[in-house]
């Protein structure tokens, strides 16, 4: 592990756990408010938790017209960093469409950096499901 992913997940753990990092909490979460609510899932476009993100409430068998928030870019194919805010549900993200393709397993508040990454992701997330 290098310094720079160690540090990203650090900085991860951090934030996940401690409420005064902006992570909402409300009755249920909200997707793609830009607002990281417990029980999302959230892509973040670059190697930075401070980059453009989305927050996924629900399952999706494609991020098809999905922008993130405040960006330019499709989330499909394009995620750097993937992060898990529930407390309860293991999420889990698929490289492919519907399903398919590698799956990479989040347990609750766990996150992964597909940075400099020589995986089967290659930054590619393409679906996910709790």
Do not use: W
Request: proline residues 3%; charged residues 10%.
């Amino acid at each position: 592990m290098n310094l720079r992913k160690g540090l990203i997940g650090v900085a991860l753990a951090a934030s996940m756990a401690a409420g005064a990092a902006g992570i909402a909490s409300p009755a249920f979460a909200s997707e793609g408010d830009g607002v990281i609510s417990f029980g999302e899932f959230v892509v973040y476009r670059d190697c930075s938790i401070f980059s453009p993100f989305y927050d996924f409430a629900t399952d999706h068998t494609n991020y098809s017209g999905i922008y993130f928030i405040n960006d330019f870019r499709l989330v499909d194919n394009d995620a750097s960093i993937v992060a898990n805010y529930s407390i309860v549900n293991s999420v889990n993200a698929f490289a492919g469409l519907s399903y398919t393709g590698p799956k990479l397993v989040l347990l609750p508040l766990q996150s992964f950096s597909l940075c400099e990454t020589a995986t089967a992701f290659n930054n590619q997330i393409s679906s996910h499901h709790f």
